[in-house]
């Protein structure tokens, strides 16, 4: 018989249990996984969001824990909405060990008023979805795509005539691109939380039933603190020269202990559009990671598949997609 509970965060064997049956779900699935580290796990149940709330479950038979759900959303905007993944141990699939875990996890959502449950799943690179084990579990739930981005994966080192040629694509007249490691300085504070406020309104997001959300300096600095508790940071940003005003900026995650980085936003803004910004600022983030960390074999990074500016910017660098991500969404309201 399958029972699931919920995982005590201070329960640090169930803890890892529930790490190391995730890792074994991602990494029979995915050759090009980035799946979340023990450390960053540990980390998020030990020093809670204090705008997200999360909960753990796991599904036993008998002793043996055979699936994990990760379930969770906000508690200041889009209350209505949550995120949700599940993972069954591969060969303890088609028993009904997944299911469980939904119906476990939709209940605990549909009590806290969730209407809208989102979780994503992987397939091989040009994938349409269907056929594929994840994508056919989450429509037999319910689920129905809203949003499909491609994983995409850039080989360390690139090359100097590379780097050269990359150069030579950037506007210099009209910005200077300013970077840092680690948290933002507080002279840029104010304008760096405009363009993440931004960006969470112009990021592109399918027909996902989301609202855009205000990052004021508290919210940034708090998920600052969480991140940097297991990553590393670059962040590039790009200040037009007549007036000081800031059109747009890249970020860069460095897991402790691993040898990829996560390219995260990218973002111009846009009324700085058409001075090659973007380029000009993933090659500065890209730069600053090979003198400094030049240990890292690879960078991934997850771009709208409609996003076509940013797609091409991506292949210019010599991205190649590994695999398609789809947004799944059920509506319960």
Request: proline residues 5%; negative net charge.
């Amino acid at each position: 018989m399958i029972v699931v509970s919920e995982v005590d965060p201070a329960d640090e064997p169930t803890l890892r249990a529930f790490w190391e049956t995730e890792q074994a779900s991602v990494w029979h699935d995915r050759q090009y996984a980035i799946p979340r580290s023990w450390e960053r796990l540990r980390s998020m149940m030990a020093h809670p969001n204090d705008w997200y709330r999360r909960t753990l479950l796991v599904a036993r038979d008998g002793d043996a824990l055979v699936g994990v759900a990760d379930l969770g959303g906000s508690i200041t905007d889009n209350l209505h909405l949550a995120d949700l993944e599940i993972h069954v141990l591969p060969e303890r699939r088609r028993e009904g060990i997944g299911r469980a875990l939904h119906d476990e996890a939709a209940r605990r959502l549909r009590a806290d008023g969730r209407t809208s449950v989102v979780g994503e799943v992987y397939c091989p690179a040009g994938s349409q979805g269907s056929g594929e084990a994840a994508y056919d579990f989450a429509a037999a739930m319910g689920y129905a795509p809203v949003h499909s981005e491609d994983h995409l994966m850039l080989a360390l080192p690139v090359g100097g005539r590379e780097v050269e040629r990359l150069r030579g694509k950037v506007d210099k007249t009209a910005y200077d691109v300013l970077t840092w490691t680690g948290p933002c300085p507080e002279e840029h504070l104010e304008q760096f939380c405009e363009m993440h406020t931004r960006m969470s309104s112009d990021v592109p997001v399918g027909e996902i039933d989301y609202e855009p959300v205000l990052i004021d300096p508290e919210r940034l600095r708090g998920r600052e603190e969480r991140v940097f508790r297991s990553f590393d940071g670059i962040t590039s940003v790009a200040r037009r020269r007549a007036d000081g005003v800031f059109g747009g900026y890249s970020q860069l995650y460095l897991p402790h202990g691993a040898d990829y980085v996560y390219q995260d936003d990218t973002l111009v803004m846009p009324e700085h559009r058409g001075h090659r910004l973007g380029t000009a600022l993933k090659l500065a983030t890209l730069e600053l990671l090979q003198r400094e960390s030049p240990d890292r074999r690879a960078i991934h990074t997850d771009t709208a598949v409609d996003n076509h500016a940013m797609q091409a910017t991506n292949l210019d660098f010599g991205y190649r997609p590994v695999e398609r991500m789809y947004e799944m969404q059920r509506r319960d309201g």
